[in-house]
């Protein structure tokens, strides 16, 4: 059984940064696509960013140029550094998994919570 765990969510003013990390276990990570989604009150949940087995990557526009998915294969963990944070990207964060051959995510983390405020 896959699991997911996300951390390094919180409270950030605007103009603020903040990394989240998701650890994988049950999966063999290095061959998996990691990515993120988040979901806004009263919103739909939406891809912030993918990246694929050999570290390709794809953004949503919005976030393009702010944010920076990474991975760890040695430490079966994906990263999402976040920039120049905006009260627009207050959400839910979730870390997602996407097993070989499939075409969306097929595991998700419990999600962390972004706030952006001053």
């Known amino acids: 059984q896959v699991q997911l765990m996300e951390s390094g969510g919180g409270l950030v003013q605007p103009g603020g940064s903040l990394r989240l990390s998701c650890a994988a276990s049950?999966?063999?990570?290095?061959?998996?696509?990691m990515g993120w989604y988040r979901q806004a009150p009263g919103k739909e949940r939406e891809l912030v960013a993918e990246?694929?087995?050999?570290?390709?990557?794809k953004y949503a526009d919005s976030v393009k140029g702010r944010f920076t998915i990474s991975r760890d294969n040695a430490k079966n963990t994906a990263y999402l550094q976040m920039n120049s944070l905006k009260p627009e990207d207050t959400a839910v964060y979730y870390c997602?998994?996407?097993?070989?051959?499939?075409?969306?995510?097929?595991?998700w983390g419990h999600g962390t919570q972004v706030t952006v405020s001053s």
């Open positions: 990246i694929t087995r050999d570290g390709s990557t």
């Open positions: 049950g999966t063999i990570f290095s061959i998996s696509a």
């Open positions: 997602s998994h996407r097993s070989p051959l499939r075409s969306s995510p097929n595991y």
